[in-house]
């Protein structure tokens, strides 16, 4: 499987990330205290559906639904539920993806419901700076654990740390595709970057240790000293330039866009 | 969604499906509800309860990520 996008498939996996942004922003505004997670679940589904996408998650593996909504400790994969409502002070991790003509998109963010600590504020900023420091280091010729390295380095020089059990991913005709994107390692190792490349950078940052377990739900993965947990993830293609976030407009010069 | 770190990737998917067709053999044509590809070709291994299954039974059949249109009818769902 060649791991190059064509310039129309990047424009359709565009289109595909700018969706997802686009039902995150929806999420973000209808995160408040006492709405349960199926619900946000559902505004999710109907958001991809009024929009032609097909929901990425929604029987991945066998993953039952269209968002993964992760609270606190809950580190990534929270499966929504009836029962369980957003309380003020919870900091929520919203991930979603779908795909357009089989073309996929993959983003979340950690946002805050109502009122919460600084501590978490800190968190949240730390896990999102991790993510831009990982992004900044997607230059053709660099590597992929240049990626892991820059974001573990901004990480844990705040005092947190990274999951190692989960890694981002290549992206693209599938949701999960070659190569791994670890967040953490040495710099210089690892696949090189190359123009036409689509990646997943996605930070997991706990505020206390590294560990986590997967509950019996078979998805739900918390940390394992019950901090807290923050997750931020955008789908990045490598350009001739330099990295271009899918979501959002392409920032280079046009002509230069179909070298 | 981040992938669980290589090594540790589940080998085994259950998706549900719908049976379309009986074939020879106990094997039937289920059209998996959640895959892009249609259809699979299950074969029912396994206890009894599964031998006498007809089109329009929901099933739940177990796929491994080397070939997605083949599978295992694991059990009915009720």
Same mark, same amino acid.
């Given at each position: 499987m060649s791991m190059q996008k064509s310039w129309s498939e990047l424009q359709?996996?565009?289109?595909?990330?700018?969706?997802?942004v686009g039902a995150l922003d929806v999420l973000e505004e209808a995160a408040v205290p006492g709405i349960t997670t199926e619900e946000l679940d559902r505004l999710a589904f109907a958001f991809f559906k009024k929009n032609a996408a097909k929901p990425a998650f929604l029987g991945y593996r066998g993953y039952p639904?269209?968002?993964?909504?992760?609270?606190?400790?809950e580190v990534v994969h929270g499966i929504p539920s009836p029962k369980r409502r957003l309380k003020d002070g919870d900091i929520v991790g919203f991930d979603l993806g779908c795909s357009i003509h089989g073309l996929f998109g993959d983003s979340a963010r950690t946002v805050a419901v109502g009122k919460v600590s600084d501590q978490a504020l800190r968190l949240m900023e730390t896990t999102k700076a991790a993510l831009y420091a990982g992004i900044e280091a997607c230059h053709p010729g660099r590597r992929v654990g240049d990626i892991g390295h820059a974001v573990q380095?901004?990480?844990e020089g705040r005092g947190y740390s990274v999951v190692r059990e989960f890694v981002g991913h290549g992206i693209g005709t599938s949701?999960?595709?070659?190569?791994q994107v670890p967040n953490y390692g040495p710099a210089g190792k690892g696949k090189r970057l190359v123009p036409g490349m689509t990646?997943?950078?996605?930070?997991?940052?706990?505020a206390g240790g590294p560990e986590v377990r997967v509950l019996d739900d078979e998805w739900t993965a918390v940390t394992v000293d019950g901090s807290l947990s923050a997750h931020f993830e955008l789908s990045v293609a490598i350009t001739e330039h330099g990295p271009w976030i899918l979501s959002e407009p392409y920032p280079y010069a046009r002509e230069a866009a179909h070298a | 969604m981040p992938e669980a770190a290589a090594g540790q990737a589940r080998e085994v998917m259950e998706v549900d !499906?719908?049976? /379309?067709?009986?074939?020879p053999n106990a094997l039937y044509r289920v059209e998996l509800l959640t895959e892009k590809r249609g259809t699979a070709t299950?074969?029912?291994?396994?206890?009894? !309860?599964?031998? /006498?299954?007809?089109?329009?039974?929901?099933?739940?059949?177990e796929l491994m990520p080397y070939d997605m249109t083949r599978g295992r009818i694991v059990r009915r769902r009720s």
């Open positions: 359709t996996m565009h289109r595909a990330c700018t969706l997802v639904a269209t968002l993964c909504v992760s609270i606190n400790d380095t901004l990480a949701l999960h595709e070659d190569p990646l997943a950078i996605e930070p997991m940052v706990n | !499906g719908i049976v /379309r067709e009986a074939l299950a074969h029912a291994g396994g206890s009894s !309860g599964l031998l /006498r299954l007809r089109p329009g039974d929901e099933v739940v059949v």
